[in-house]
C-alpha cells in the first residue's frame, strides 16, 4: 500500500449508502447532545496529538479506501453466526470503527519499528494496526494473547473473572478475521502476558509503541504499563483500551506525569 492515493487491496461486499449513515448519525445527536459532544471532544483531543485536524482526515480517507471495514462488516457477520447466534455468551470484542481508524492514525504518526500488543481475541483492533503498518512500509507488531476458543473447556481461574468473554470461532487461531496481506508485518505468541511479555521485551530490547488490551485487571494492567514504560523509546506512545476499567491507567498516568489522550471514552494514550 502507497502511503497516499493508495489503490483498494481489501474488497468484500457493497458499502453501505454514507447518506443513510450521516442521516442516522445527525439524528442520533440532536436526541443525545451529551455522548456528541464527547465524541468531538475526543475527535479535537486525537486531532491534536496528530498535528491537525486535515493529518486525520487523510488517514481517515485512507482507511476508508483499503476496504478494511467492510472486510470487517463481512468477518463480523461470519462471527456472529458461528459464535453469538450460538447463546454461548460470547462476544467479538471489538472496538468501534472509529477507535480503530484513531489507532490507525497514531500508528501512521508514530511509525513505530518494533510494535508489542496484548491483546488479540479476533483481532479486530490488531488489523487496523497492521493496516496502519503496511501503509508506513515499515514496522513489526508482535502481539501475546491467551485465546478463548467458543466451546472448548478450560480449567477453571484460565480466564480473568470480569473480563468481557470475547471468543473466537470454534477451530480458529486469535487474529483469524484479519486480511492475510496484513499478516507479513506479524508475529503471534500464545500464552499470558504476564508470562510472556517480559522475555519477548528483553528480547527487543526498545519498543516505540505498547499497546495493552489484555486482562483488564488491575494487577494485568498495572503490570504490563510498568513493564512496557522502562522500554519505550523516548517519544514512544503507551495505548491502553478499557482505561476506565480500573485505577490502572490513571494512576500510572500520575505516576509518570504525563497527560492522556484520549481515542475513545475507555480508550487513551500516553506519550514518553
Not at 457477520?77 to 481508524?101: F, K, N, Q
Not at 494496526?129 to 477453571?156: F, K
Request: aromatic content about 8%; proline content about 6%; charged content about 30%.
Amino acid at each position: 500500500m502507497e502511503d497516499a492515493g493508495h489503490k483498494s487491496t481489501i474488497r468484500s461486499a457493497a458499502v453501505p449508502a454514507a447518506l443513510k449513515r450521516r442521516l442516522y448519525r445527525t439524528v442520533r445527536d440532536l436526541r443525545h447532545p451529551g455522548p456528541a459532544l464527547e465524541r468531538r471532544r475526543i475527535r479535537d483531543e486525537v486531532a491534536r496529538f496528530l498535528g491537525g485536524r486535515d493529518v486525520l482526515r487523510r488517514y481517515e480517507r485512507e482507511v476508508r479506501e483499503s476496504g478494511l471495514r467492510e472486510h470487517l462488516l463481512a468477518k463480523g457477520r461470519e462471527h456472529h453466526d458461528a459464535v453469538v447466534a450460538t447463546g454461548a455468551g460470547h462476544s467479538l470484542g471489538a472496538i468501534g470503527y472509529t477507535e480503530g481508524v484513531y489507532l490507525y492514525a497514531v500508528v501512521r504518526t508514530a511509525r513505530p519499528e518494533a510494535m508489542v500488543e496484548t491483546g488479540v481475541a479476533n483481532g479486530f483492533s490488531t488489523a487496523f494496526t497492521l493496516l496502519a503498518l503496511q501503509a508506513n512500509g515499515v514496522g513489526h507488531l508482535h502481539s501475546i494473547d491467551l485465546p478463548r476458543e467458543v466451546g472448548r473447556d478450560y480449567e477453571p481461574g484460565t480466564f480473568y473473572e470480569g473480563e468481557g468473554r470475547a471468543g473466537i470461532p470454534p477451530g480458529s487461531e486469535p487474529g483469524w478475521l484479519i486480511p492475510e496481506i496484513l499478516k507479513e508485518r506479524w508475529t503471534l505468541i500464545l500464552g499470558r502476558s504476564q508470562e510472556e511479555l517480559p522475555p519477548l521485551l528483553e528480547r527487543l530490547g526498545t519498543v516505540d509503541t505498547f499497546m495493552h488490551d489484555s486482562e483488564h485487571s488491575f494487577d494485568c494492567m498495572w503490570f504490563e504499563f510498568n513493564a512496557a514504560w522502562p522500554v519505550l523509546r523516548p517519544g514512544g506512545v503507551l495505548v491502553s483500551d478499557d482505561v476506565n476499567s480500573t485505577e490502572a491507567f490513571a494512576r500510572f498516568s500520575v505516576q509518570e506525569r504525563r497527560d492522556p489522550v484520549r481515542l475513545a471514552r475507555g480508550m487513551a494514550l500516553l506519550r514518553k
